[in-house]
């Protein structure tokens, strides 16, 4: 059946949950602007998605050494044998046991949960619904997440976020320790992992990069220690200044000759047109014999004419003198 719209006229999570009941097997196309996101779904349970802005897509083996789930040296060792067996990366990682199945699956889900936490914020976007289309085709692990799940926590974290982003107003603000040894406080696992990553430097897109947490937990642990006053605002880092391209200068010397021939080319046509319409209208004519010279050449002529014959001379003889 075919599934296609766009969310200004249909809701993302009634789309999302009739390829659910309807048990739909393909790819969910979803695209705004410069981003596009892509759901597979098996039987109307969720396999895979993935979000790619312009050409910006981060690959999982990439977000496991940003978040320190793999350290950079056991990253490197990885891709020097993907490059001596030709090995996929991540069956290397899992076959040799860097990581367990269920390591990675529990990432895989995670990150699952993020996509749908993006779109979810999205007001407009052309949605297509691929049926019989497969996403990471190829891939080791094989996942089955409850789609009803994904769209009920998407919706919570969606409710959640105008309050979080009320506090923390810019992912450019830096954040630093405050020290109170009288709160006694036992932080949850995903929030000692934000604490210790905050140095007094790093700002909360950076934490989001490198926590491993995704955006919508990193923002909520940070809301959480602000609230609890284990934490404040150190300063706010400036924003990267858009590169500003020179003017290109004006210069005639570039238009100098495009112009004297456009120039010279205009007044050509101008005197072939005014000619051929004086032709054709006869605006001037030219007199080979002076009207005036013949009108005095013709009276002295009647004259002698008349002292020779005793009588005017008939004019048309007198024309065919002067016009033959």
Known sequence: MPVEGDLKSLNLASVLQLIAQERLTGVFKIKRRNEIVDVGFLDGMVTGAFYER??????????????????????????????????????????????????????????????????FTWQEGEFKFEQGAVIYPKSLIKIRMATEGLILEAARHF?????????????????????????????????????????????????VEISGLGKFHTYSCLYHLLSTGQIEVAYAKPHAEKEVRPKKQFSFKAITTPLIIGVTVLVLVFEVLLGNYINN????????????????DYTQYQKIYFYRHNRTPVREYVENIFYP
């Open 54 to 119: 312009g050409e910006e897509f981060e690959r999982l083996e990439t977000y496991l050494v940003k978040s320190g789930i793999i350290g950079q040296n056991v990253y490197q060792m990885v891709l020097q044998i993907h490059r001596q067996t030709k090995r996929p990366v991540m069956n290397i990682i899992l076959e040799d046991k860097y990581l367990t199945v269920e390591e990675v699956e529990k990432i895989i889900k995670f990150k699952i949960q993020e996509v749908f936490d993006q779109i």
């Open 281 to 296: 209208h006869n605006i001037i004519s030219i007199d080979i014999v002076d009207e005036q010279i013949y009108r005095t």
């Open 159 to 207: 409710d959640e976020w105008p309050r979080i982003t009320k506090t923390i107003s810019s992912g450019e603000l830096v954040y630093k320790k405050v020290e109170r040894p009288e709160l006694k406080l036992r932080p949850a696992d995903d929030e000692k992992r934000v604490l210790a990553l905050i140095d007094g430097h790093r700002s909360v897109n950076d934490l």
